[in-house]
């Protein structure tokens, strides 16, 4: 173990700064999207995510009796609001979520109140 850990030391030392520098900035997109990937595969399966004025995913198909979560990640309020008005929820704030379960089939669209143009869409089979 002293070994390796003399071993380290020898070529940290031959280590620039500059050569640190290098190294960084081409591993900092690498952790950024292994960071990223891990947030995705962390969703829950019946999850739509608010973010950067988007729902994710934008469709999602689920069978009846499935409750689905939206969760607000972006830095402003929305809320979620189904076309005919089959569900509403409040303004959400920073990570705050909405939960509503579909008890029949049919397809249901929505949107965010404040910023209409954000749109999805949930059907239920």
């Known amino acids: 173990m002293q070994a390796l ?5 020898i070529v940290m030392a031959r280590f620039s ?11 900092g997109p690498v952790a950024g999207a292994l960071l990223a990937f891990g947030a ?7 999850e739509v ?3 950067n004025f988007t729902f994710g995913p934008n469709e ?6 499935t409750t689905v979560k939206w969760v607000n990640h972006d830095d402003i309020p929305h ?4 076309k005919d008005k089959v569900f509403r929820s ?3 704030d920073t990570d705050d979520s909405y939960s509503f379960t579909f008890a029949s089939a049919g397809t249901f669209d929505y949107f965010c109140g404040l910023h209409p143009h954000m749109q999805g869409k949930i059907i239920v089979k």
């Open 5 to 9: 850990m003399s071993h380290l030391r």
């Open 17 to 27: 700064s500059g050569r640190a520098v290098v190294v960084a900035m081409l591993l």
């Open 40 to 46: 995705i595969a962390a969703q829950e399966p019946n």
């Open 49 to 51: 995510t608010i973010d």
């Open 60 to 65: 999602l198909t689920v069978a009846v009796g």
């Open 79 to 82: 809320n979620v609001v189904n």
């Open 90 to 92: 409040k303004a959400l």
